[in-house]
């Protein structure tokens, strides 16, 4: 995992936030957790929120040198963490009640970091599994994968 990002309370994801997001944190992220790699080596996958598919934000995806997976519109869940951080964080905190925004966050940084090399590995195989039946069924919708 190389960016945990907290939204500020009332903040609306845009484009132009969530550019600022990739520039500044992710950036800022890959450079410490990786400082070896090239931004042309990161594949960048996200889902076809309005803020991730502005014409801007490609623009911008390009200008960093990332490459991009693009999803289908009315794909499932391919991104891996709508399909498998997201639900595995929730689980882990489900039912219990913090005192504090912060307190919330470091349970969730917690969590995440609690994810070892094969939880990633099986995230990486599921992930290609989803996109091979994507690509199956033309990319139409499906309910469940």
Same mark, same amino acid.
């Given at each position: !995992? ?7 309370? $009332? ?15 992710? !950036?800022?992220?890959?450079? +410490? +957790? ?10 960048? %996958?996200? @889902?076809?929120? *309005?803020? %991730? ?18 999803? *289908?519109?009315?794909? *499932? @869940?391919? &991104? ?9 964080? +929730?689980?882990?905190?489900? $039912? ?5 925004? %912060?307190?919330?966050?470091? &349970? ?8 070892? &090399? ?6 990486? @195989? ?12 033309? $990319? ?6």
């Amino acid at each position: !995992m190389l960016l945990i990002h907290q939204v500020p309370d $009332g903040q609306t994801i845009n484009a132009t936030y969530y550019q600022k997001v990739l520039r500044r944190d992710l !950036m800022n992220a890959l450079r +410490k +957790k990786r400082p070896t790699i090239d931004a042309s080596a990161v594949i960048l %996958h996200h @889902d076809n929120a *309005p803020a %991730h598919r502005a014409q801007s934000t490609v623009l911008e995806i390009d200008v960093i040198g990332f490459q991009r997976i693009s999803q *289908p519109p009315y794909s *499932p @869940d391919l &991104a891996p963490m709508d399909f498998r951080v997201f639900p595995e964080v +929730k689980s882990q905190l489900r $039912g219990i009640r913090f005192a504090s925004k %912060h307190e919330l966050t470091v &349970a969730a940084q917690r969590s995440v970091s609690s994810f070892d &090399a094969d939880w990633y590995r099986d995230t990486f @195989d599921k992930w290609i599994s989803r996109h091979i039946k994507c690509i199956r069924v033309g $990319g139409d919708y499906v309910e469940k994968i």
